[in-house]
């Protein structure tokens, strides 16, 4: 029984954690129009979160859950979403993982991305933003800093 215990949750979770599956995670930002940008694994908050609640707690026995937080850019307008990914696998050998895609729909977190990965565009008239040299209007890259400019 101590065997069981340790290999249910120690070994199975360590070995055999659930894994993104880029393919599908691709496929499924096909139909929202969206480009895959990261991912990472959920916190425990966010774990907490968003994980199904009314599941049995039978599932809890004989599966594993893992929650990904997978940034996309959309497509037509330009903005970022957030989704959350929750994948389930059973210890049995022949059940197919269970993935559900999850939208994050708080505005707050949503606008909160979206301003901190938007691009800050700076006019450039004769002078370098970084270090103030000198420049013309045909330089791409300042000749005193480096600075790339577009």
């Known amino acids: 029984m101590i065997l069981l215990i ?6 199975y979770p360590i070995l055999f954690k659930p894994k993104l599956n ?18 990472r694994e959920a916190g425990h908050y ?6 199904e609640q009314n599941k049995p ?4 026995l004989f599966s594993v859950v893992v929650l990904y937080r997978v940034l996309a850019k959309e497509l037509d307008n330009n903005t ?4 959350w ?15 559900r895609f999850i939208e994050e729909q708080d505005i707050d977190i949503i606008n909160e991305i979206n301003d ?18 000198p420049i013309n209007k045909t330089d791409t890259v300042c000749n005193d800093c480096g600075l790339t400019l577009k």
């Open 6 to 11: 340790i290999g249910r949750y120690l070994l």
């Open 22 to 39: 880029f393919e599908e995670t691709y496929d499924f930002f096909k139909t929202k129009n969206c480009i895959y940008i990261s991912y």
């Open 46 to 51: 966010e774990s907490t979160k968003y994980r």
């Open 57 to 60: 707690m039978v599932n809890d």
């Open 80 to 83: 970022y979403k957030i989704f």
């Open 85 to 99: 990914v929750e994948i389930q696998s059973w210890l049995t050998p022949m059940v197919k993982n269970k993935v």
């Open 116 to 133: 901190s990965l938007a691009s800050k565009v700076v006019n450039i008239d004769d002078h370098c933003p970084a270090c103030n040299n």
